[in-house]
C-alpha cells in the first residue's frame, strides 16, 4: 500500500481473491469444542494471533486488553473443574428436553486444546478520562471483545481453531489468574489447530437454536421500521 503525504495511506477496495478469503474466515469461522489436535501451536503462531488481537479497535487508543497464556496441564484441569461445576448449575436452569439437550452438548475444550488463552480489559488503563468513554464506561470492553474477534478470524485463516468457555464463576478465574480488582477477564479461548470443522454451527446442527434471517433484523431511521425494497427506491430507469 502506497504512502500519501501527512500520514495517510491509499484506501481501496481487496482483490477480489482478498475479499472472498475475509469473507470466507467470517462465514467458516465456528467455536470449536471436540476437534482440537494435539499438536502444540509455534510460537511464532501464537505472536501472530496475539498481534492481531493488538492491531484491534479500542476507545481512545485505549488498547486495555492483556493476554495470559495458559499451557500447564494442571492449570487446565482446575480451570476444567471450575467449568464443570458451573455447568452443572446451568444445567439446573434448564427443564425436560431442554435439559437432556443441553447435557448432550460438549461446552468446553479446555484439556484437549493446546493453548488456553484468557484475554481481559484493565477498566483503569488510560487514567480517569478516556477520549471516547466519557459517556459510556463499558465501551473499554466493547473494545475488548473486538480483539477477541480479531484473534478468531485471524486463527481461522490459520488452521487454528477458537473455542470460547463462558460458564465459569468470575470468582474461580480471578483466583486462578491473580487478577487484580480493576482487571476484568472477558473472554476463556480454548486454542489448538483443527482437521476439520462444522459446516454450520454446532448449536444450530444439534437443534439448540437456529440462524436468524437477516431480513427482519435490519430496520431504517427508527425502531420497527422496515427498509424500503430497492424497487420501491429506484428512480426512473434504474
Known sequence: MQSKPGGLAAAGPFSAEERAAVYRAITTRRDVRSQFLPDPLPEALVQRLLMAAHHAPSVGLMQPWNFILVREAAAKARMRAAFERANAAASARFAGARR??????????????????????????????????????????????????????????????????????????????????????????????????????????????KRRALAPLVFEGTWGRAPARPDETAGPGE
Open 100 to 209: 437432556a439437550l443441553y447435557d448432550s452438548l460438549k461446552l468446553q475444550g479446555i484439556t484437549e486444546a493446546p493453548l488456553n488463552l484468557c484475554i481481559t480489559c484493565d477498566r483503569t488503563r488510560g487514567g480517569p478520562v478516556v477520549l471516547g468513554r466519557t459517556q459510556n464506561r463499558d465501551t473499554d470492553l466493547y473494545s475488548t471483545v473486538c480483539a477477541v474477534q480479531n484473534l478468531w478470524l485471524a486463527a481461522r485463516a490459520e488452521g487454528v481453531g477458537v473455542g470460547w468457555v463462558s460458564i465459569f464463576e468470575e470468582a474461580d478465574l480471578r483466583a486462578e489468574l491473580g487478577l487484580p480488582e480493576e482487571v476484568v477477564p472477558v473472554a476463556w479461548l480454548c486454542l489448538g489447530y483443527v482437521a476439520e470443522l462444522h459446516e454450520s454451527p454446532e448449536l444450530e446442527a444439534r437443534g439448540w437454536a
